[in-house]
Nanobody, 121 residues
Framework: QVQLVESGGGLVQAGGSLRLSCAAS????????MGWYRQAPGKQRELVARITSTSSTNYADSVKGRFTISRDNAKNTVYLQINSLKPEDTAVYYC???????????????WGQGTQVTVSS
């Protein structure tokens, strides 16, 4: 079993910052790529940022320059530093990971439960 647990969401004023964390735990041999997605009310879930096992990153155009994804491989944790928040960033933010288990099974689509980010204007 593999679990992803997010934390760090909350209510913040426009222009503020938040740092989201997502820790993977369980029967993990290796955590491969990790990413953050978000889903706003009435909209589809979208990729926000992704980081590979070698720390190569890519971002959605809408967040470039404001969001920074990073990871701590020793802790199997991925972070999302969110700066200059805008009301349109309001969404549930989900962590996603591609994990190889101790049984060498590839679980390429693991999801956390989500954390709410609300930005007030």
């Amino acid at each position: 079993q593999v679990q992803l647990v997010e934390s760090g969401g909350g209510l913040v004023q426009a222009g503020g910052s938040l740092r989201l964390s997502c820790a993977a735990s369980g029967s993990i041999f290796r955590v491969n790529a990790m990413g953050w997605y978000r889903q706003a009310p009435g909209k589809q879930r979208e990729l926000v940022a992704r980081i590979t096992s070698t720390s190569s990153t890519n971002y959605a155009d809408s967040v470039k320059g404001r969001f920074t994804i990073s990871r701590d491989n020793a802790k199997n944790t991925v972070y999302l530093q969110i700066n200059s928040l805008k009301p349109e960033d309001t969404a549930v933010y989900y962590c996603n990971a591609d994990i190889t288990t101790v049984s060498f099974l590839r679980k390429s689509d693991c999801w956390g439960q989500g954390t709410q980010v609300t930005v007030s204007s």
